[in-house]
């Protein structure tokens, strides 16, 4: 998606909901509309921020689905992810590196997509021995592949192993709430007891439903505790720091 | 070490400096002296940064060398660290925790000490299923336990499994230059392409002849990718965003 497009989007998000009459008014103005025109994700009238560790997952296309888990398969829902839409399927796939190694077992997110991808954490990487480069979901031109394997078959993937970068998910109304744009950076603070930390070139990833939610990986999470985290703090500018 | 002790301890260096006339002037500005008088780890006259991940490791006591690696056993120094006198020993240790789960071999550092001591990341800490907290070194008080197992013997150790908090060590000349005292917390920035980011609560411990070193965990590592960054920046307030 170009500026431009991302623009029109935005426009025809915002018009739709002007005609709509949730436009430029918290819900607690307008208690007579109520919260059911809040914003996907808002609650009390304002952005409610979640941060969640993404664990290693695979994104797989059709056709890879059907060659790991045999003809006719689909991804079949086991848990629903935050975002409306996305879930964790019952599927899990193998993962081989060079020189053999391997982890056994990583769940494959629904639904398909055009480009089956591996998303690992940096530690990952270094199990499996492959040198995954950060990239944004999507951009796995010149990756390194691997294989996977399934129930029923296997396939080599070419290209598509990433170690993922920081992005947060929002919707154009939260962009607004923030000042930021699709492709801008962030920063998130996360508040732990000797542990807090700020995190950096946050990818902000604008759309018209998605709901507020910062992913890091698992070795983020870990490094700053964020099970423990007593606050966390996404800003603009700067780094959370508000000096 | 209290607050009076750490004060006369400094004083007594900067004495001892004065005396051999290093005090109060960089080696820039007195050539006729010359690199020699430079504090430990100064380079050019001025402190030298260095950030090192302090992967899992182990302390033991002289008593615990000697159960596990055979009477009249001593640690071997096998490489040296950057902190002079201190050392990774040949020897290694597994160790085990609840539920039968272990990390085969982690490396023994010496010298020995008074009391032995487990430093984990926290992805080491799932991996064994120990529920380790956030700990400077030494304050093992209440932590967990786990066994240690050696090639002769073993120990079961009732406290000292700790997830190690980071820190820097300094000496106190690195501490007049950052305006810090052994105790501060200060903050290091580490900028990496698309993941740089900000370590609050960096404990200084400052003594007389510590160099310079940030001493972060794999996780931390990992999670700005350290290997590859561009900058690294320790400062004394805020969080190194320079705003």
Known sequence: MNATQIDRARIESLVRRAIAGGLGTSSA???DIGLSHDPPGW????????????????????????????????LEPDKDL????FY?????????????????????LGPTRGASQVELAFTDSISLGIDAPVRHSGHIDGTPGCVLVGPVGSVQLEQGVIWAARHVHMNYFDADHFGV????????????????????????????????????????????????????????GGCGCHQ
Do not use: W
């Open 88 to 108: 964790a399927a019952k599927q899990t796939v193998m993962i081989v590196g060079p020189r053999r190694r391997m982890l056994p077992s990583v769940r494959v």
């Open 43 to 74: 609650v009390d009238g304002k952005p409610n921020l979640r941060v969640s560790i993404s664990a290693r997952h695979v994104h797989l296309t059709d056709e890879h689905v059907e060659i790991l888990f045999g003809a006719g398969s689909v």
């Open 181 to 236: 744009s699709n492709g801008d950076m962030m920063q998130l603070k996360v508040t732990s007891h000797e542990c807090t930390t700020v995190f950096d070139d946050v990818l902000v990833r604008a759309d018209e439903a998605a709901k507020l939610e910062v992913h890091i990986d698992t070795d983020e999470g870990n490094a700053c505790f964020l099970d423990g985290a007593s606050k966390v703090e996404l800003t603009k």
């Open 82 to 85: 935050y975002q409306d839409g």
């Open 29 to 31: 103005s307008r208690p």
